[in-house]
């Protein structure tokens, strides 16, 4: 930890406990966003975009709040969903009339709703990479006269060596393959093939410079080299087998660490992000952009076990993905606190060591970071939003709404 940090850390502590101050009847976890973080993200976010304009990944937010607080600002259009219900629901209540759903869907109930509905059906484009996909849309409509849109996701991942790298998601990797799922589109009543995706997670999603770890950084920045140029060309010839089939719309691609990359490819028409709104720990260590963390949670201290020791309530949330170190929550702040080995985060309690927790109290609170971005918030009701020392709002969570989209 540097000294910068350590400040700030300090900094970001005494903020939060004034900003909660006198707020004991706050249930735990006590669920925080610092929108003056938020917003300079935003506009970060924005910048690497160079022109193109930036699609919000919802996954990683699952606050309508901060989904409509970054559509309102210049450079932000339509939403990228993970789950169809999730996408007729930010329909339904006017957050966006333009929304993506980023994997295919084979819930036949939403897909019923969709397809008996002309605006959803108008305000949404549901994601393909194989035909079953519209045949589960065509079973459960008696009419295809309500036109469903449709986007197909190319494959990203580097090929080298008969190695795959990347996120294990489209079968579609050829110019050739996507054309003939195109072409079965196009000649189908009913569809409308309107878009392109194709996300390179293994750049995007990936930090490339971690602290102790100097050769397999190295390493990872040169397979990005080798990804962004690889997937560069198959984007461009994909478009080029497309342009007599279909009229596309619009080329997604990137994520919260790629945006300037991702933005120099001509193919690609904008740019998904999310996680670079809330900057979660793992997005800590990258050479292309600084984060500035801007969602916490607090848990309270229930118990001193000996004075080295401080046990906070619950805060267990271990985020998906690969199992590892790098999937446990942060003790952020105040700075110098650590999980123990032998019993990490806790579903009940979760013990601290560091020489913070001999200073602190029964009663107090102590900030998280989450490792990934959007997970944190389906384990509370409602988000505190902070300017400075101040709650300035309290807005719900999707779980808040009553609401789960899994």
């Known amino acids: 930890m540097t000294g910068h940090d350590f400040v700030d850390r300090n900094r970001l502590w005494a903020r939060l406990r004034a900003a909660v101050e006198g707020r004991d009847f706050l249930p735990s976890p006590v669920l925080v966003v610092d929108v003056d973080a938020f917003d300079a993200n935003a506009d970060d976010l924005v910048r690497r975009a160079s022109g193109k304009p930036v699609r919000v990944a919802s996954k990683s937010l699952r606050v309508p709040a901060l989904v409509s607080r970054a559509l309102a600002r210049d450079g932000f259009s339509g939403v990228l969903a993970y789950t169809l219900r999730e996408a007729i629901w930010l329909h339904e209540h006017g957050i966006s009339d333009d929304v993506v759903v980023a994997y295919p869907t084979v819930d036949r109930g939403a897909l019923r709703e969709l397809v008996m509905s002309p605006s959803e059906a108008a305000g949404i484009t549901l994601m393909i990479d194989d035909v079953a996909h519209l045949d589960v849309v065509d079973s459960v409509r008696a009419s295809r006269a309500v036109p469903v849109r449709v986007a197909i996701d190319v494959d990203a991942g580097l090929r080298m060596g008969g190695q795959h790298v990347g996120p294990k998601r489209s079968p579609l990797y050829d110019a050739r393959e996507v054309r003939a799922l195109a072409e079965t589109v196009a000649a189908r009543p009913g569809f409308e093939l309107v878009g392109l995706m194709s996300y390179e997670g293994q750049v995007a999603g990936v930090p490339d410079e971690v602290p102790g770890q100097r050769t397999k950084s190295l390493l990872v920045r040169r397979l990005k080299q080798a990804s962004l140029a690889q997937v560069e060309a198959r984007r461009r010839e994909v478009i080029d087998a497309l342009r007599d089939v279909a009229k596309i719309e619009f080329f997604n691609g ?153």
């Open 254 to 406: 990137g994520g919260s660490g790629s945006v300037a990359e991702t933005a120099a490819d001509p193919s690609v028409t904008e740019i998904a992000a999310g996680s670079g709104l809330l900057c979660p720990a793992l997005f800590d260590h990258y050479t292309s952009f600084s984060p500035r963390p801007a969602a916490f949670y607090g848990l309270r201290v229930t118990r001193r076990p000996s004075p080295a020791l401080a046990n906070v309530h619950g805060g267990g949330f271990v985020a998906s993905g690969a199992a590892g170190p790098d999937r446990l929550p942060t003790p952020w702040a105040p700075p110098g606190l650590h999980l123990t080995s032998l019993e990490g985060a806790g579903e009940v309690q979760t013990p601290l060591t560091g020489h913070p927790a001999a200073m602190l109290a029964v009663g107090d609170l102590v900030w998280f970071r989450h490792a990934k971005s959007g997970e944190l918030f389906e384990h509370g009701n409602e988000v505190h939003l902070v300017s400075g020392e101040e709650i300035v709002d309290t807005v719900p969570t999707y779980r808040g709404e009553g609401l789960a989209f899994g």
